[in-house]
């Protein structure tokens, strides 16, 4: 007659079973997390990629805005880099993109003939862009956090300055 009932082989199987369960449902491992935090990388750092872009479209179109322009630019050029996830060490390496490809990318937007309504649209970008970042930190890591909400307030800084402070 069989045995009937809780046996140590059976709890042991048990026991592993649930051990093997649990192990699995930890959630996302060390690479998955590393790729989501680059993926909110790359979207904050194309946001303000494009924030650059239209920067240096309003400086083409009106030159004379390049004194109180060109720290504000400086900043955001400083953001972009801060944004780009660490590179990866391949055997051949990606080629970078090339000065004109920015140049093309500007010419694409309109500018308005006026500098105060230059101006006011690129106050309008710089709070898209500070908005982006704000709305990214809420699931991000806590580093990539940190970084979104000072690039955040620089931003709104950057608001600032383009309607009510010196560049205006």
């Not at 955001?76 to 920015?102: D, E, F, M, Q, R």
């Not at 806590?142 to 950057?158: D, F, I, M, Y």
Request: a positive charge; one cysteine or more; charged letters at 20%.
């Amino acid at each position: 007659m069989g045995r009937t009932g809780t046996t140590r082989r059976h709890a042991l199987i048990a026991g592993g079973a649930g051990l093997l369960t649990a192990c699995s449902s930890e959630g996302p491992g060390p690479a998955a997390v590393k790729k989501a935090e680059d993926t909110r990388r790359l979207r904050a750092a194309r946001d303000s990629r494009a924030l650059l872009v239209e920067y240096d479209a309003v400086l083409d179109r009106h030159p004379d805005l390049a004194g109180p322009l060109s720290p504000l630019r400086t900043a955001v050029a400083a953001h972009v880099k801060a944004l780009a996830p660490a590179p990866v060490v391949t055997a051949s390496p990606s080629p970078s993109p090339s000065p004109s490809a920015s140049a093309t990318a500007a010419g694409a937007l309109t500018i308005a003939d006026d500098p105060a309504d230059a101006l006011k649209a690129l106050a309008a970008a710089e709070r898209r862009t500070a908005d982006a970042h704000s709305a990214a930190l809420l699931d991000a890591p806590p580093e990539l956090a940190r970084l979104l909400a000072s690039l955040a307030a620089a931003g709104a800084a950057h608001v600032y300055l383009l309607t009510k402070g010196s560049v205006s």
